[in-house]
């Protein structure tokens, strides 16, 4: 009896992995497929004009950082690949940061209205997801270039004597970027404060406690995974941002996105551009193993 039952579970698995066999199979060649790809590339050599000759080197990935001198050949700091990097992180958290400090009053907003208002600031908050990046990204350009909607309104009102110059800086890349990812850090923190029992206020001003220690005490713990959440939605495609700095940055201000576009195109590098893609993955999945880490411990504590 013992036996039949062995069978008929070692059927029930072999059944399980049939029927999952097609969604493997084009997981694997839509996604472990490609990536693997770009890894061998990775650690080959730099053909002449473009592609790559199948023979093992690590200059891919010595370029990342290091680069040869052009009178000695010596090999010295990459100073454009870091500062890159450098750019690429720093707009990400300040952009992670800004759409926090903008979002989560909105999203308390929200959350405190009546049902049906709060249906209708979802609605509008959600919009700008019907339209394509690109079309959002030439709609801020049109707002802050020189002779845009903001430097126009600000010289009729006599508050400037000559145009802002925002285009091609990192301020323009700060403007876009935050008004692009701004939802993404709404919705997590609006569905964890929608959860808040308010209850818990009226408990702290009862115990004397003033707003800033309800909001560091009370609120911003419990609200802390909706935080994390937002913050990782932000910062990871901020990180390979490609669009936005394309078009805000005009090609002087150029992100890890940008640089690995670049690598494949006119530097004809195949192997350091797969580098850098790799690096780019490397770095988005310890940010999203953190967030799984602290969330995990979070739920293991209660």
């Known amino acids: 009896m013992a036996t ?24 694997f060649a839509a996604a472990a497929g490609p990536l693997i790809i770009v890894l061998i590339y990775s650690f080959l ?14 200059e891919g990935w010595k370029g990342i950082v290091f680069q040869h001198d052009i009178f000695s050949d010596n ?20 952009t992670t940061v800004l759409t926090f400090l903008v979002g989560f009053p909105t999203a308390w907003f929200i959350a405190t209205r009546s049902p049906r208002a709060r249906a209708l600031w979802l609605f509008l908050i959600t919009i700008p997801f ?3 990046l690109l079309i959002r990204t030439f709609a801020i ?8 909607v903001l430097n126009t309104l600000l010289l009729k009102v006599g508050v400037i004597s000559e145009p802002i110059r925002l285009t091609y800086t990192d301020t323009a890349l700060l403007i876009g970027m935050v008004y692009v990812y701004l939802p993404l850090m709404v919705l997590p923190l609006f569905a964890t404060i929608d959860r808040f029992d308010m209850r818990l206020l009226e408990a702290g001003y009862d115990l004397y406690a003033n ?17 994390i959440a937002g913050s990782i939605l932000v910062f990871v ?3 390979g941002a490609y669009v936005t700095p394309r078009i805000l940055g005009g090609g ?31 770095i988005v999945t310890i940010a999203l193993l953190a967030y799984v880490r602290t969330i995990g411990g979070e739920n293991r504590h209660g």
Do not use: H
Not at 4 to 27: G, T
Not at 48 to 58: A, D, P, Q, R
């Open 252 to 282: 002087k201000n150029m992100m890890i996105g940008n640089f690995i576009d670049l690598q494949f195109g006119q530097g004809q590098n195949w192997p350091l551009g797969s580098a850098l893609s790799i690096t780019l993955l490397i």
């Open 237 to 239: 495609p901020c990180l």
């Open 130 to 132: 019907w339209t394509n």
């Open 141 to 148: 350009n049109q707002i802050i270039r020189n002779e845009g």
């Open 75 to 94: 090999l010295v700091l990459a100073d454009a690949n870091l500062v890159i990097f450098w750019r690429s992180v720093k707009l990400s958290f300040i």
């Open 211 to 227: 707003r800033w220690q309800i909001l560091r005490r009370i609120i911003l713990p419990i609200t802390r995974p909706g935080i």
């Open 4 to 27: 039949l039952e062995e069978e008929a579970e070692v059927q029930s698995r072999r059944n399980a992995w049939l029927l999952s066999a097609p969604a493997l199979v084009v997981l």
């Open 45 to 58: 050599t730099p053909a002449t004009y473009g592609n790559v000759e199948w023979i093992f080197s690590l």
